[in-house]
Each structure stands twice: as structure tokens, then as C-alpha cells.
């Protein structure tokens, strides 16, 4: 993206936590702050992004198929375009499953 | 196991910690935010996680022999299934010691 | 700098996250506490600094061209110094942008 | 440290830190938390430790000869054990400084 901060280059891998995690990135950095069950979370895999802006994609037959990540303008606005990325493919939600909480 | 994060595989990494300091990953956690005398440690050691579902696994003679780490579930989860596989080998507490607080 | 700390060697890379966000790493660093929206930007890019003593270069015609980065004395004072180097080459502000929030 | 934790290996490299800055791990620490003046500074210099037990030591002619650092047991009896270790070759506080806030 034209004008975009440069440091997005590497703030994209926020798309990595979506797909290791199969939710949004922002729901991963909720949970990353102190006292929260993921606190630190960022540490693990060589060093994870959690603001928003990473979404996994999930096709119609439930499967995580990977993620979208974008980084450039603000994390609400990142968020938004990710989303849209999301709507061709699928959707963000994994289905309900039998022992994962 | 089938069905887990893909990014567990590093989040079991708190194996390492439960290890290097003989006690469960989430009281290393619960020791590690701001203000607390452990702050920052993850960044120790090449990275450490944590949040529970990392425990040490110490025999009969009161040996720590290792660690046993479970990820892809809830913590809570993880460190119930981290508890059981204890069970089967030994205790997670290190006996007293004459000089270690 | 005579008799700066050593470990200022490393924290100049605060010049980093100037040039990479367009913005004072100390401004960075107030969207990266725990509940903003920054929040661990810290692990992007092989570890950024983010407390003040950095500072964009933005030409005469709104051009990024470069970071400065000080450090060494108190993050006020290396601010201040900071800014004094812009000021002979341009200023820290880039313009207002058509769709960059 | 015969029964130290594992962990200390690389925990120790508090040491680091309080010769890069001079003044004991502790007081870094209590820079470094979410909004003080130093915050993430543990992401430079390939991570640094910020926890007591990591001490300066300055000669009689106030330069900074080196540090020491003590892990393996609580963090205050780390700092007491470095204390000892300063004790005998010097102390932690450089001289007053004409520049150096």
C-alpha cells in the first residue's frame, strides 16, 4: 500500500497469530495483557503481533485455510480492509468442536 | 493432537520454564507481571511462556527429572492434562531445601 | 557521547521505530502500553524501542527522509537533543495524508 | 550454585544490564514497567533481564570496572549475594557527573 508506515512490513505478521490461534488477532491481544490467561503470548513463535488486524480464513467447509493480515493505517482500519479480504474467501468463525473450548 | 492450534507448537515451550525453575508455568506467570519480581523474565532463556499447562515432573527421591508441557486448550485444560501425565511419574513439588527460598 | 551508558548502543535503535511509524518513538510508545492499541509493537521488526530520544526527518517537501535517534542521558533530554538535529534538516511532521489516518 | 534453578543461566544476564546502565537491575526494573520512562527496554541488547541481582561495580577512582550478577535463589537474596560480591572490589554508585542527569 503506497504511503504506508514502513514498519508495517513486519507488524503484517499478525496474520501468523490469526491462523495459529483461528481467531482475530485483537480477540489474542485481549487476552495478552497482565493477568490475562495469554499474557506474554508474544514471546512464543519467534515473536507474534496481537493488535488488530489479522483475521484466519475459514472456508465453507470449516477448514482453516489461512490467514489475512494488514498493517498500514490505523489497527480499526486495518481490522475493516482484513475483514473485507475475509468476505471473498469464507468467514473468521471455526466451527464448533467436540473438545476444544 | 489432531484439532489443536497450529500455534501450540511453540506456546509448549512452557514445558522449558517449569523446568528451569521447578515450579508451574502459571506461578512463574502470576510472577511475571508489572511489579512483580519476576517481571519480564520471558525474555530469558531465548523466550519463555508463561501461562499454564507447563508443570516439572519430580520423582520419589524428590529429583526434578523434567518438564511435561501441554498446549492447544484452554490453560485450564492444558494444565489439567499437564497434572495427569505428572500423576504417572512422580509429584510437581521439589522437597525443601536448606537454603532455597 | 563521552561517558554515555553502554547499553545506549542498542536503545538508539529507538531511531528505528521513528523511521518505521513517522512518528517520536515516545508517541509509539504511549499506543504500546498494556489496553492500547499498539500494545507489544515491541516484538515487530527484531525487537523496537519505544520510549522518547527518537524522531523522524520530513523535508521541505513532506518527504520521510530519515530517522535520528539519541540516547545516552535522561529519554527527556535525549529528546530534546533529538529534536535539535531535526531542526537543522526539516521537521518531524508529515503531512496530512488523503486516506492515512 | 549447587540446587540453583536451571533458569539462572541465562537470568543471570541481569549482570548485563547493570553495566549497561549503570546502576543496579532493580532500579531498571522499576523503569520499565507499562508507563515509566524506560518501558520495553528489556527488548534491546538481545533482551535484558530487569529483576534484582544484577549489580555495577565502580572502583575508587569511580569508573565502572564491571558488573556481577547472582541468580538462583529469591530476587532478594540475589541482590544481597551481589551486594557481597561488590563489597569486596568496590561499590555500585558512579561519582556525580557533569552532564549525566
Redesign the interface.
Known amino acids: 500500500m503506497d ?5 508495517s ?3 503484517i ?1 499478525k496474520a501468523k ?1 490469526a ?4 481467531m482475530p488477532s485483537g480477540e489474542t ?1 485481549k487476552l ?4 490475562s ?16 488486524g489479522g483475521l484466519p480464513i475459514v472456508d465453507k467447509e470449516g477448514m482453516l485455510i489461512g490467514p489475512i493480515g494488514v498493517s ?4 480499526e ?1 486495518d481490522h475493516l480492509a482484513a475483514q473485507a479480504g475475509v468476505n471473498v474467501a469464507g468467514v473468521c468463525d471455526v466451527p464448533k ?1 467436540p ?3
Open positions: 504511503d504506508a508506515w514502513a514498519g512490513i513486519d507488524t505478521k497469530i491462523c495459529n490461534f483461528a491481544g495478552s495483557v497482565p493477568g490467561p495469554l499474557y506474554v503470548i508474544e514471546h512464543a513463535d519467534d515473536g507474534q503481533i496481537t493488535f488488530p498500514g493505517d490505523t489497527v482500519n468442536h473438545w476444544r473450548s
